[in-house]
C-alpha cells in the first residue's frame, strides 16, 4: 500500500510506562510531520498529556489504515485479538524480550516507518482461528487466536479425555494434561514446546499437537486450514479451560462442545524487506546450532 493510502495511524502499546514514554512521543511528532492522523489505545495515552485521540483497542483498530504495536510478542497477540471484521497491516515494533513475531528492533523503527510508507515492505498474511464454545447447542463465546487455542486441565494433576472430530468423522480420543489447536504462526510457541513440528507461515494448514499424552501413540496432527474441529471431553471432576494465545482463559462446563475453524480476516503482518523467516528463526530460536 503506497504512502497516500495511510491517512491515520494507531499505536497500541504495553503498559510499561517508562519505555512507552520514551519512545510513543517521538514517533507520534515523526507520523504527524508525514501529514498523518494518529490514534493510539488508552496503554499509550497513560504516557501522554494530550488528550482526544485515545480510544479501546476494537475502535481503534476500526478507524485507522495502519497499526503500530510497541511492546513484545505478548502485545502483538492481544492486538490481533482486538480486530474485528478488518485485515489492518499491523507493524510490530520489539520493545520486549524474545520478539519473534515483533522481530523488528526499535533502533530500526524508522526505517522501517519509511519503506512502509513508500510501499517497499512485505506484508505476512496470518491466519487466525476462531474458537466457538456451544452450551446444550447455543453458542456462548466466539474468541479468536492468533497462535493457538488450548484446552487445559486446571490445578489436580488428572488427565482429562477429549474427542477430536474433523469435518465432521470421529478421529481419534486423547488421554492427555490438554490438547493444542495451533496456526503455523504458533507452532513455533507452545505447540513447539509440546512436540509439535515448525510450520512455515504461508502453509494453509492447522496443527493439533497433545500436551503429555497418555499413550506413545499419539503424534502431533497437520490438517488442512479449511477443516472444521469439534472438541467434546470427559473432564473427571478437573476443572477444563480453553485458552486462547496463552492470555485469555474461559472455564469450560462438562457438556460444552467447542468448534474451531481459520477466521475469516488473517493479521497482515508488516515485515522488513530484507528479514526472512528463516533468518528470524536461526537468530531467535538459535534453529540449526549446534
Not at 40 to 49: M, Q, R, S, V
Not at 80 to 91: E, G, H, M, N, S
Not at 171 to 193: E, F, N
Request: aromatic letters at 6%.
Amino acid at each position: 500500500m503506497p504512502s497516500h493510502m495511510y491517512r491515520t495511524v494507531g499505536i497500541v502499546s504495553r503498559p510499561r510506562l517508562d519505555e512507552i514514554a520514551a519512545v510513543a512521543p517521538k514517533l507520534i511528532e515523526w507520523l504527524e510531520s508525514r501529514g498523518l492522523a494518529v490514534l493510539y489505545d488508552k496503554e499509550t495515552g497513560a504516557c501522554l498529556a494530550g488528550v482526544g485521540r485515545e480510544c479501546s483497542r476494537e475502535d481503534l483498530t476500526a478507524r485507522v489504515d495502519l497499526v503500530i504495536v510497541l511492546g513484545g510478542d505478548g502485545t502483538l497477540l492481544a492486538t490481533a485479538r482486538a480486530f474485528r471484521d478488518t485485515t489492518v497491516p499491523v507493524l510490530p515494533i520489539n520493545l520486549g524480550g524474545l520478539g519473534f513475531l515483533t522481530s523488528v528492533k526499535l533502533d530500526e523503527m524508522y526505517a522501517i516507518l519509511e519503506e512502509v510508507l513508500q510501499g517497499r515492505n512485505r506484508v505476512s498474511e496470518r491466519s487466525m482461528l476462531e474458537a466457538k464454545i456451544w452450551r446444550a447447542g447455543v453458542e456462548v463465546a466466539c474468541h479468536r487466536a492468533l497462535n493457538d487455542a488450548v484446552l487445559n486441565k486446571g490445578a489436580l494433576a488428572r488427565i482429562i479425555d477429549l474427542d477430536l472430530v474433523l469435518n465432521g468423522e470421529f478421529v481419534t480420543s486423547y488421554k492427555a494434561d490438554g490438547l493444542i489447536i495451533s496456526t503455523p504462526t504458533g507452532s513455533t510457541a507452545y505447540s513447539l514446546a509440546a512436540g509439535g513440528p515448525i510450520v512455515y507461515p504461508k502453509v494453509p494448514a492447522f496443527v493439533v499437537t497433545p500436551i503429555c499424552p497418555h499413550t506413545l501413540t499419539n503424534r502431533p496432527l497437520v490438517i488442512p486450514e479449511t477443516s472444521k474441529l469439534e472438541i467434546t471431553f470427559r473432564s473427571n471432576d478437573n476443572q477444563v479451560y480453553l485458552t486462547l494465545d496463552g492470555q485469555v482463559g474461559v472455564e469450560l462446563q462438562p457438556d460444552d462442545r467447542i468448534t474451531m475453524t481459520k477466521s475469516a480476516y488473517p493479521l497482515r503482518l508488516v515485515r522488513p524487506a530484507r528479514k526472512t523467516y528463516f533468518e528470524i528463526l536461526r537468530n531467535k530460536l538459535k534453529w540449526g546450532e549446534r
